[in-house]
């Protein structure tokens, strides 16, 4: 097995490499050298049934499968995925975003499956890698792969909200968990021009420390949809409240919006968290949805059928996404490269093309992030 997931693992190497993704000669060799097979033994298909190496007559499978370059579902609860290995090429787009030279110290939030830990040994040492995630399964897991494959960074079982101020300063913070805003924390934790790469709503931050206790910096061009940091609701974990009743108000906002990558980029960013969902028996000819739901972690919903739309609760979830498309469209349907972050002690504000530029504060929850 060991010689094909070689042959398995060169190939998506010399995609990424083809694409684009995949530049740095140090990146590709860890890419090439760490076997992404050892820390993914079992994932769960798009059907949500176990491939596993441990059952023989899915072993060619489950290996053909580890050496695509999918995002894999590791582990479910109740029918929800709660933690996954990472695209392949969006792991490179980011490790490549941190611009090392080789004797920096990291903190990765988010340990998942141990691997992107092995592959940052790989290009750092060990020595120099903290990783942390808030549940001891994961990290025992993920230590127990990470030494299987000679490797033995720091392992650490707590909260990254707070980061970990104990191995604190780092050059670099890598976070590969979905996140509304970036942790103070964080920050606080970085050497005056130290970097961090993360994903912030459905795109990739990587911003700088000004060293006076502001960052700042620019979104990759590429999205990103990760499994949210634990300790914060997920999506799918917001309960939706009653729909809303009474008389229905006009919109030129139809519900076919919130399929749109462009405009879903600023929804991430602009409104609190939300969750939504439309009928698949109302789709249009260009089989997109002219009936759905949309509602957030404070009770509010709103329903959109047609050219009309009901709201309810303490925010009208329906007239903040109408702002956020008029901002949208404003600004010529702006891509996600052109926009970057601000922080700062009075807040985190999102910018178009530069930092005096056009402008709106991020929506970080006023009371922190919610605990489960």
């Known amino acids: 097995m060991a010689r094909r997931a070689a042959e398995l693992r060169r190939r998506l190497v010399a995609a990424m490499v083809a694409r684009g993704d995949l530049a740095d000669p140090a990146w590709r060799r860890a890419f090439d050298e760490v076997p992404r097979h050892e820390f993914v033994p079992l994932f769960y298909d798009k059907q949500q049934n176990p491939v596993s190496r441990h059952q023989p007559e899915q072993v060619p499978s489950w290996l053909a499968e580890v050496y695509t370059d999918e995002a894999l579902a590791t582990q479910l609860a109740d029918g929800v995925v709660v933690s996954s290995s990472s695209q392949p090429s969006l792991m490179a787009i980011m490790l490549e975003a941190l611009q090392l030279e080789g004797t920096e110290r990291i903190l990765e939030i988010g340990t998942g499956t141990g691997y992107n830990a092995a592959l940052l040994c790989h290009r750092l040492g060990e020595y120099r890698v903290v990783t942390i995630d808030v549940d001891p399964d ?47 924390a964080w920050l606080e934790q970085l050497t005056p021009d130290g970097l961090v790469v993360a994903p912030v709503g459905v795109g990739v931050i990587r911003l700088r420390n000004q060293g006076d206790g502001t960052a700042e910096g620019r979104f990759l061009r590429t999205p990103a949809f990760f499994m949210p940091l634990r300790g914060l609701d997920t999506e799918q974990s917001l309960p939706r409240p009653d729909l809303p009743t009474g008389l229905p108000r006009p919109t030129d906002v139809r519900a076919s919006v919130l399929t749109g990558n ?4 600023l929804m991430s960013l602009l409104m609190p968290r939300f969750s939504y969902q439309y009928d698949v028996d109302t789709l249009d000819a260009n089989g997109k949805p002219t009936s759905a739901r949309i509602w957030s972690a404070d009770g509010s919903i709103a329903e959109v059928r047609g050219g009309e739309v009901l709201e309810a609760g303490p925010t009208p979830l329906w007239s903040r996404l109408e702002v956020v498309r008029r901002i949208h469209l404003e600004h010529g349907k702006p891509k996600r490269g052109r926009f970057g972050l601000s922080v700062d002690p009075a807040g985190q504000r999102l910018w178009l093309d530069s930092p ?9 929850p006023s009371e922190g992030p919610a605990k489960r």
């Open 138 to 184: 994961i990290t025992s897991l993920a230590r127990s792969r990470l030494a299987d494959v000679g490797y033995q960074p720091l392992v650490v079982t707590a909260d990254g909200l707070d980061g970990y101020e104990a191995r604190a300063p780092y050059q670099r913070i890598i976070a590969t968990v979905g996140l509304e805003f970036v942790p103070p």
């Open 262 to 265: 462009g405009l879903r980029f």
């Open 356 to 364: 005096d530029g056009p402008s709106w504060p991020l929506a970080v």
